[in-house]
């Protein structure tokens, strides 16, 4: 168990939807960073938050969005979801957010769009 | 092409063989490099990390890499089924903060 919780372990949802999924850091870790991964994409980087603040942004869709909260547990907002959205989306965690900070990632979130 | 090529397998030895797991690089600019294991889609397990040139080992696990060459790797010796995985190579630049690119993964299976 890394310590990094996710929630909801799986979701089923429809095209056009809005789902909104959720990360608690390790504790003491004041760096968040969510990734997707795809059968056919990997592990891609979405984005980093780093003490509330955005730090680095990856590919990430105009229609996702995501925050840091003041308690440090972030949120990943997918909206008009398509059927290519489906995918494992996992949350990692790391003390710094600097480069070369070790990341420890939750369990993940399986994303099902029908 | 991709920044991080790495062999996706399926790779099948028997218990007790050593395992050797490649990862290739193009950007010279990549600093850090771990390794992680997922087990069946779960989340990847941080297992090493390193960041010169040279070997590091822990336990059965030795990584090895060679930034003049631009290739990374990860040698299982004493391989046990439970270390049977997907097996994810990982980096991060210097100056792009924390962000990993990762290898595509390699799908280990070991035999009793």
């Known amino acids: 168990d890394s310590g990094v919780t996710q929630t909801p372990k799986h979701l089923i949802t429809a095209t056009g939807q809005r789902v909104t999924l959720r990360c608690s850091p390790r504790?003491?870790?004041?760096?968040v960073y969510w990734y997707q991964q795809s059968l056919d994409q990997g592990l891609q980087f979405l984005i980093q938050y780093y003490n509330g603040e955005e730090r680095a942004k990856g590919n990430i869709l105009e229609r996702f969005s995501a925050q840091q909260f003041p308690d440090l547990h972030s949120e990943l907002n997918l909206s008009s979801l398509e059927l290519g959205d489906s995918a494992l989306y996992f949350c990692?965690?790391?003390?710094?957010?600097?480069?070369?900070?070790?990341?420890?990632f939750g369990p993940g979130t399986r994303l099902t769009v029908l | 092409q991709k920044e991080v090529e790495q062999d996706p397998g399926p790779l099948s030895v028997p218990e007790g063989a050593i395992v050797s797991l490649n990862c290739t690089y193009s950007?010279?600019?990549?600093?850090?490099f771990m390794w992680y294991r997922q087990y069946s889609r779960k989340g990847p397990e941080l297992l090493m990390y390193t960041y010169s040139s040279g070997n590091k080992e822990d336990g059965r696990f030795t990584a090895q890499v060679d930034k003049s060459s631009k290739y990374i790797s990860l040698f299982i010796r004493d391989s046990q089924p439970s270390d049977s995985a997907t097996y994810l190579c990982a980096m991060t630049r210097a100056t792009s903060g924390s962000r990993l690119t990762f290898g595509e993964g390699t799908q280990l299976t070991v035999n009793p």
């Open positions: 990692a965690s790391s003390v710094g957010g600097l480069a070369g900070a070790e990341q420890f």
């Open positions: 950007n010279s600019a990549f600093q850090y």
């Open positions: 504790s003491g870790d004041l760096s």
